[in-house]
């Protein structure tokens, strides 16, 4: 039972791991049918990795006559007339070009046409009794006056491609001529299906070309479908109306460039809903690959004008013969105004003649782009499988930062992944669901640890936050990895605070006193530490030890220990009121403080430890406390401490020293205030100072004299130590190695 408790017990991995199932599960009930939410955004990938990509080359082989802006500033507006258009068309055909497909249609008559006219005026002229119009005709033919007829002759002998449109919707004008006619045999493979097995779109009427200009030897449909968001990615090679299937532009002008019969349509051999799928279409030795709506799948290599554009007037003026010799030309607008323009992952304004040309060129270099349901299925499991337990595991069992950059590594790997199978291997795979599973599982996983980590940081809160500094907890909480027995060394300032004559102090209270009484003082003295940015290291009895610049760097930590121990003074001399009315005798208390290297860390067992400061420096600190009782001052500090404070604190000296274990004396001082003195403390300390040069000199009458003075003036102990010490040397002089240093053995 225990056993299974603890397998159930939940944890980051295991809700990981219970992400990746859920999505599985998920992913199963979507079976063949990709949510639309999932399309649009597998879309959206797809137009960034286009722009990623960059543009690529094209096959040279395609060029564009355009009636851009130029050629309607020179030729007239649009529409032109059709005669005009019949010249253009020549003029590409007398350049050799090896295929020409017109991505316009010629729905209604030439309204310029001079035969149209003509009638108009002969009826005019009949009325007034003068048969001119028949004349006319005698002289001139109506091939030669009407403009669609010279179009349709012009195509009929050109390797022209017509073009012409699919109206989709029912507008209730369909009639039994709204058919266009096969222009090729399309067949099917294998035989066994029939066009009525096909899922082709469909087509409601065609609008075509009039009839005397659909004299080309074939047409092809125009129509280009934008996607849910108005962008084109897929446009039909082949469409249906009334049952039988029709050719694009872009397939017929192939098949004719390659001088092909017709179009094999290869289908599956079973049947999926009724019909059968289409996998592909096939002219000559091509074969295209198209999904089951027989759409193919754009693999636009740019922006506008990625393909040549010859200006429509340059050609008729029988510029660019070498541009369009031998090529697949293709006649159409990038004129704004005229309405043939569509959203790619390029271009929000893309010619639609410029998308025939990509569809051209993309079925010539075999870069069409494939999608494969199954691949795309398979590649998704894998991935939420195999990425989601490794991110699982990586984010539960490694730092944060080990598994943040594992959490990019699997997005960048799946990325590039998905851009290998896209641009260089021409598969599509929507990898959108993969990567929303692999971001679940991110998030909860990371969700996942923080609650732990919150959990375990509590934990060492409620275990150290009664031991140590506040500031130790949090910094161990910030970084758990801390707690070990490794220590650093660092720039400390250590203190050390006793109070004098503790045991008889002890001595004369009862243990409740003394408890009041240590919890008192202490509260007290920690407050002071903690406010000044210092960490209280321990207790020992009475004593304190702190030490600033550590855990946390502290570039101030010799200022802030020094500001500390003023203000433990203060603070002492404020409670010495209230202890007296409990009765308590006078307290006083000595600090020694040291600045210097110390190493700084957790030390003790692999079963109780606790963060301190150890180090010779920490050792020069105690020995400075305890000479306090010495020269009867309150505050020593090591005139490192001094060099360190960068002024701020105005100190006096005290004396040259070495203490136990130490064989480099040492100059101590006494910090008095923060800041500057008063002029009468400054004036005396400047004559102590001189006094204490005379000592350090041997001169001991003129030291005598001016602590004589200071004594009589401001008594302290101090001045009794040096009073005691001269008077003792005028009697028995030092050794002559004598150099003014004082040793001491206290601990």
Not at 149 to 157: K, M, S
Not at 658 to 664: A, E, Q, S
Request: with cysteine; proline share 5%; glycine share 8%.
């Amino acid at each position: 039972m225990r056993r299974l408790i603890r397998i159930l017990k939940p944890s980051p991995f295991k809700m990981g791991c219970l992400v990746v199932v859920a999505s599985c599960m998920l992913f199963y009930s979507f079976g063949l049918n990709k949510p639309a939410l999932l399309s649009s955004l597998d879309n959206q990938l797809t137009s960034a990795m286009f722009r990623w990509r960059g543009p690529a080359d094209t096959t040279g082989e395609i060029v564009i006559v355009d009636i851009d802006e130029k050629s309607l500033k020179t030729m007239g507006q649009w529409p032109w007339p059709r005669d005009r258009m019949a010249r253009l068309v020549e003029s590409v055909h007398e350049a050799g070009a090896r295929i020409i497909g017109i991505d316009i249609v010629f729905a209604e008559k030439d309204r310029t046409s001079l035969a149209g006219h003509l009638d108009t005026l002969s009826s005019v002229l009949s009325g007034k009794g003068i048969e001119l119009g028949q004349s006319l005709r005698d002289i001139v033919s109506e091939d030669e006056l009407d403009h669609d007829l010279i179009l349709g002759r012009t195509v009929a002998e050109a390797p022209v491609v017509l073009g012409y449109v699919f109206q989709l919707e029912d507008d209730g004008l369909k009639s039994a001529s709204d058919r266009p006619l096969p222009s090729a045999a399309i067949k099917i493979s294998p035989g066994t299906a029939g066009y009525d097995d096909l899922m082709l779109l469909s087509g409601y009427r065609a609008i075509l070309n009039i009839e005397e200009i659909s004299q080309a030897p074939t047409e092809g449909f125009l129509n280009v479908f934008p996607d849910s968001s108005g962008m084109v990615r897929k446009t039909p090679l082949l469409m249906e109306l009334d049952g039988l299937p029709y050719p694009s532009l872009a397939l017929e002008m192939i098949r004719e460039a390659l001088g092909e019969d017709g179009v094999t349509i290869h289908v599956s051999r079973q049947k999926t809903a009724g019909r059968n799928a289409i996998l592909g279409v096939s002219i000559g030795d091509v074969f295209i690959p198209v999904d089951d709506r027989g759409q193919v799948t754009i693999n636009f290599l740019g922006p506008v004008k990625t393909f040549p554009h010859l200006s429509a007037s340059d050609v008729m003026k029988g510029l660019h013969a070498e541009e369009i010799r031998d090529r697949y030309v293709l006649i159409g607008t990038s004129a704004s105004g005229l309405l043939d323009f569509h959203a790619t992952p390029f271009s929000g304004i893309f010619p639609g003649v410029e998308v025939q040309a990509t569809i051209i060129d993309n079925i010539l270099t075999g870069s069409l782009f494939t999608s494969d349901i199954f691949t795309e299925i398979g590649l998704t499991y894998s991935i939420i499988i195999a990425g989601g337990i490794l991110l699982s595991a990586m984010l539960a069992y490694t730092s944060a930062l080990t598994g943040g950059l594992a959490g990019l590594l699997c997005f960048a790997a799946v990325i590039a992944g998905n851009y290998f199978l896209f641009f260089l291997n021409g598969r599509l795979v929507g990898i959108t669901y993969p990567l929303a599973t692999l971001t679940a599982v991110f998030l909860v996983v990371t969700l996942f640890n923080y609650f732990f980590e919150y959990r375990k940081k509590q934990f060492i809160h409620d275990a150290f936050n009664r031991y140590v500094s506040p500031v130790v907890v949090s910094e161990i909480m910030k970084r758990p990895e801390k707690l070990t027995l490794a220590g650093e060394e660092k720039d400390l300032t250590i203190l050390f605070s006793d109070i004098r004559d503790f045991t008889a102090l002890a001595e004369s209270m009862n243990p409740k006193q003394l408890s009041s009484f240590m919890n008192t003082y202490l509260t007290a003295m920690s407050d002071i530490v903690m406010s000044t940015g210092g960490m209280v290291d321990k207790y020992i009895g009475d004593a304190i030890v702190a030490i600033w610049g550590a855990p946390l760097d502290d570039p101030y930590h010799a200022g802030n220990a020094v500001k500390a121990a003023l203000g433990m003074k203060q603070a002492v001399e404020s409670l010495k009121e209230k202890w007296r009315r409990q009765g308590i005798p006078c307290v006083d208390i000595g600090i020694g403080i040291n600045t210097g290297i110390a190493s700084v860390g957790n030390f003790g067992s692999e079963r109780r430890f606790e963060y301190t400061v150890l180090g010779d420096n920490v050792n020069l600190a105690s020995r400075l406390e305890g000479l306090n009782k010495v020269y009867g001052t309150p505050i020593i500090i090591s005139q490192f401490t001094r060099e360190a404070l960068n002024g701020g604190f105005f100190c006096r000296k005290i004396d040259v020293v070495r203490v136990k274990g130490k064989t480099v004396p040492i100059e101590i001082f006494e910090p008095l205030v923060e800041g500057e003195p008063d002029p009468a403390l400054k004036a005396e300390v400047e004559l102590f100072e001189e006094a204490l040069k005379h000592y350090a000199q041997k001169d001991f009458p003129a030291a005598l004299k001016i602590i004589t003075r200071l004594q009589a003036k401001k008594p302290s102990p101090l001045y009794r130590l040096y009073l005691n010490r001269i008077q003792q040397f005028c009697i028995t002089p030092p050794p002559d190695d004598w150099n003014g240093i004082s040793s001491f053995q206290i601990k």
